[in-house]
């Protein structure tokens, strides 16, 4: 759904357990999510908690990889307590994510980046059927990173625990 103000409030909280700091969102500016350029969407349970966020576009960029328009980038987190569970919620999460991001966008295949360090995200994105094209390492700090792509065809299959709304 639309990420609102709510939302990107709560988000601008979140820190994660060592070794994910680097993802750590609290102190962020709460306009970036809500800014419709940047492509945020809100992922909440039926009661409407917020579970994580999901992007479409230059958020799921990192600087130093080689990005052209075959494909749209996606990224995203589930809220720090529900990560590491091993339930399966990211996976669910990103499922929901693409079916929604596909329904909504319409692109011709999701590419994601994920950091070498980051083997839990690479899992979950490889057991949801993205291929590895490419490697490459950040102009900031020189780490490494994984590019990933699946055909929107590919993901016809995939569904998350609720239908994506809008
Ligand atoms: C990345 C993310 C989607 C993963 O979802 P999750 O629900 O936390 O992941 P899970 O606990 O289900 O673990 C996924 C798999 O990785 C495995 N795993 C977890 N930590 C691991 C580690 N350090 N090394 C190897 N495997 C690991 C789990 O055993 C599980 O395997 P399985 O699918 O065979 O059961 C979620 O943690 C998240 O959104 N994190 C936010 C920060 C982040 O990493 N962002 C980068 C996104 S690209």
Same mark, same amino acid.
């Given at each position: ?7 990107? $409030?709560?988000?601008? *909280? ?11 969102? $609290? ?9 419709? $350029? ?35 980038? !996606? ?7 529900? !990560? ?11 499922? *929901?994510?693409?079916?929604? &991001? ?50 929107? $065809? ?5 569904? &998350?625990? *609720?239908?994506? !709304?809008?």
């Amino acid at each position: 759904m639309n990420l609102t103000e709510r939302h990107a $409030a709560d988000i601008c *909280t979140w820190r994660y357990p060592a070794p994910y700091q680097c993802y750590d969102l $609290a102190g962020a500016d709460p306009a970036y999510f809500l800014a419709p $350029a940047n492509g945020f969407f809100a992922l909440v349970d039926d009661e409407g908690k917020l579970l994580g966020y999901r992007s479409f576009g230059p958020d799921g960029q990192v600087p130093g990889g080689a990005y052209d328009d075959a494909a749209l980038d !996606t990224g995203g987190g589930l809220r720090p307590e529900l !990560t590491g569970l091993g339930r399966g919620l990211g996976r669910r999460a990103i499922a *929901t994510g693409l079916a929604f &991001g596909r329904e909504r966008l319409r692109p011709t295949a999701f590419r994601v980046t994920v950091a070498d360090f980051n083997v839990r995200a690479r899992q979950v994105v490889e057991s949801l059927g993205f291929v590895h094209v490419s490697s490459f390492a950040a102009t900031t700090d020189s780490s490494r990173f994984h590019v990933f792509l699946l055909s929107a $065809a590919s993901c016809s299959q995939l569904r &998350g625990p *609720t239908s994506p !709304t809008s």
